[in-house]
């Protein structure tokens, strides 16, 4: 997962005053350069943009210079969502990557009011089950109308003032690949159904889930920690729901 290092807001203000950073002039041709191999009659969807294809392809502009999603990267994303014809030459799961990447990384870089607090019940009551997921700290707020919306920003700001560690940039994550990140972590079925409800329950049909890893020493524990937190976003985008798990502590 990609370090959000444009956390450090004075630097990164700096960067971003200017009409667009250096890094475009590598990442944009870069991304065009994954999709004309992804829609290669010899790639592994054929002449059809797979989601895993776009999602490298997309990483390019988390990859370049560590700044996020730039003016010029996405003015350039705004070209090619607008291209129908490229548009259909995706997947449907990899239109809506794309689509989902698109609307989290909107260069903003100051976070809307978005406080989040602990949910009252403990993960067992909320899952229905106890497991390796029993442990998962759960906070959920919301911004308040007419105030802003969950970007990049507002999601790394949110993780870090309600649980402490920096996170990782937030990515697109599927319902499917949702199940199979929470399954890696506990054995119990029912645990991982009942999060995987609890978790997606305001994500409504909009399946706005996003994936980030997060890493710490002295947060919580005496040592190094590290996990990762998976948020959902309702359909409005001002409610958003959060679930934080230790996979390492020495």
């Given at each position: 997962?990609?370090t959000?290092?444009?956390?450090?807001l004075?630097?990164?203000?700096?960067?971003?005053s200017a009409?667009a950073?250096?890094?475009?002039?590598?990442?944009?041709?870069?991304?065009?350069?994954?999709i004309?191999a992804?829609?290669?009659?010899?790639?592994?969807?054929?002449?059809?943009?797979?989601?895993?294809?776009i999602?490298t392809?997309?990483?390019?502009?988390l990859?370049?210079?560590?700044y996020?999603?730039d003016?010029?990267?996405?003015?350039?994303?705004?070209?090619?969502?607008?291209?129908?014809?490229?548009?259909?030459?995706?997947?449907g799961t990899?239109?809506?990557?794309?689509?989902d990447?698109?609307e989290v990384n909107d260069t903003?870089l100051?976070?809307?009011?978005?406080?989040?607090?602990?949910?009252?019940?403990?993960p067992?009551?909320?899952?229905?089950?106890?497991?390796?997921?029993?442990?998962a700290r759960?906070?959920?707020?919301?911004?308040?109308?007419?105030?802003?919306?969950?970007?990049?920003q507002?999601l790394g700001?949110?993780?870090?003032?309600?649980?402490?560690?920096?996170a990782?940039?937030f990515?697109?994550?599927?319902?499917r690949e949702?199940?199979g990140?929470l399954?890696?972590?506990t054995y119990?079925?029912d645990?991982?159904?009942?999060?995987?409800?609890?978790?997606?329950?305001i994500?409504?049909?909009?399946?706005?889930?996003?994936?980030?890893?997060?890493?710490?020493r002295?947060?919580?524990?005496?040592?190094?920690t590290?996990?990762?937190?998976i948020?959902?976003?309702?359909?409005?985008?001002r409610?958003?729901r959060?679930?934080?798990?230790t996979?390492?502590?020495?």
């Amino acid at each position: 997962m990609k370090t959000l290092s444009m956390k450090s807001l004075v630097g990164a203000l700096m960067l971003f005053s200017a009409p667009a950073l250096a890094g475009s002039t590598t990442s944009i041709p870069a991304f065009e350069a994954r999709i004309t191999a992804a829609k290669s009659p010899t790639s592994p969807g054929g002449t059809t943009i797979l989601r895993s294809e776009i999602r490298t392809a997309l990483d390019e502009f988390l990859n370049d210079a560590g700044y996020g999603v730039d003016s010029a990267e996405r003015a350039h994303l705004t070209t090619r969502l607008s291209d129908t014809q490229f548009q259909q030459s995706m997947t449907g799961t990899a239109a809506k990557y794309f689509a989902d990447f698109y609307e989290v990384n909107d260069t903003l870089l100051t976070g809307y009011p978005l406080n989040l607090y602990p949910v009252a019940q403990t993960p067992a009551v909320l899952f229905g089950a106890v497991g390796g997921l029993s442990g998962a700290r759960i906070y959920e707020g919301y911004i308040p109308n007419g105030q802003g919306v969950a970007n990049q920003q507002t999601l790394g700001e949110a993780f870090s003032n309600a649980f402490g560690p920096q996170a990782s940039i937030f990515e697109p994550i599927s319902p499917r690949e949702l199940v199979g990140q929470l399954s890696a972590y506990t054995y119990n079925v029912d645990e991982a159904e009942g999060a995987v409800a609890y978790i997606t329950q305001i994500s409504r049909n909009s399946n706005r889930l996003y994936i980030t890893g997060w890493s710490c020493r002295g947060c919580g524990a005496p040592g190094y920690t590290q996990g990762f937190a998976i948020a959902a976003v309702s359909t409005d985008r001002r409610f958003v729901r959060m679930m934080s798990v230790t996979t390492y502590a020495d």
